[in-house]
């Protein structure tokens, strides 16, 4: 499944229980509220309209603070080089 599925059915699962049960008027039954429903009842927008916005948001950002000598602009758009080793450290810092 998904991240965006995922995502989803998280905000469909909670719309459920805040916008619980509706009266349907022509048999005066109580029902759930199917999908498209709850997206009326609820006029934000999807969370993963939000994640995806906030996440280019993000990445615009980083590339506005400067070149590739930061090294958070390096983790957005470089590559690793070398290899980690695995395992416990030999040292820690504090030894040296």
């Known amino acids: 499944m998904s991240e965006e599925c995922r995502l989803r059915v ?3 699962r909670f ?5 619980v049960t509706k009266r349907d ?7 759930k509220l199917h999908s498209e429903e709850l ?10 309209w939000v994640m995806k916005s906030r996440r280019i948001r993000w ?8 070149g590739g000598e930061r090294d958070i602009c390096r983790v957005l758009v470089g590559k ?4 980690k080793s695995f395992g416990k450290p ?4 504090e030894d040296i």
């Open 10 to 12: 998280f905000e469909n």
């Open 15 to 19: 719309l459920k229980r805040i916008f």
């Open 25 to 31: 008027k022509v048999t005066g039954e109580w029902r």
């Open 39 to 48: 997206n009326d009842l609820y006029s934000s927008p999807s969370i993963v």
């Open 59 to 66: 990445a615009r950002h980083v590339a506005c603070m400067g």
């Open 80 to 83: 690793p080089e070398g290899k």
């Open 90 to 93: 030999s040292c820690r810092s």
